[in-house]
């Protein structure tokens, strides 16, 4: 159920293999067992539904958006995890990711002073150095925050995302969006905490 709810959360913003999935589930002692392996067999019993796109470094995609629509109904009437939960599953586990993988210099460049467009074989310092997760968590740690019901409910939401935003964190979550071509994303995000944290401090 959660596997397939992560699925759903996540296809609107970019399907995930099952190796990501494994990642963010391990980042919840609930799931720690989950790996990579234990993931594709599951999503490979569901061969019917759900497939390996190998064009896209095998992300697990459905098969018909109709699939999707039944996962929802499941999420909302059948499963035990809800969507909310979900999001806020996701949140976390970003910031976990986030927290754990983001550095100095992550793709190891020796020279600073080049554009990304001049550095040569980027795309597979990227693919060697920015875990698929990293990635995804970097872009749509909001989008699940904003989907999460934490937003002017629950204080544990603001912790996290002041943590990132007031360290040297930040400069190394800019890097990578800068090095994925997505620092637009990133300004995006920061105008969203900036009207949320304004909205919580002058309601306080």
Known sequence: QV???????????????ASAISAFLQTDKR???WDGASVQNMTRALH????????MHGVIRVSHLSFLEFIEKKLQHGFQIKIQPLHQLMFNSCF???????????????DSHRLNKDVP????LISDHIS??????????STHLSKSGLLGADESAKAPVSELLTSTKALFWLEVL??????DQG??????????????????
């Open 187 to 204: 300004v995006d995000i920061l105008q969203e905490c900036a009207a949320f944290f304004t909205v919580k401090f002058t309601q306080s």
């Open 132 to 141: 698929e997760a990293l990635q995804y968590s970097s872009l749509f740690w």
């Open 96 to 110: 976990t990711i986030m927290r754990d993988e983001l550095k100095f210099n992550i793709c190891g460049l020796k």
């Open 31 to 33: 799931f720690e067992d």
């Open 48 to 55: 019917a539904v759900l497939y390996e796109d190998n064009s």
């Open 3 to 17: 596997i397939l709810g992560i699925i759903y959360v996540s296809a609107g913003n970019r399907p995930l293999s």
């Open 121 to 124: 074989n980027l795309h597979e």
């Open 178 to 183: 800068s090095l994925i071509n997505a620092t």
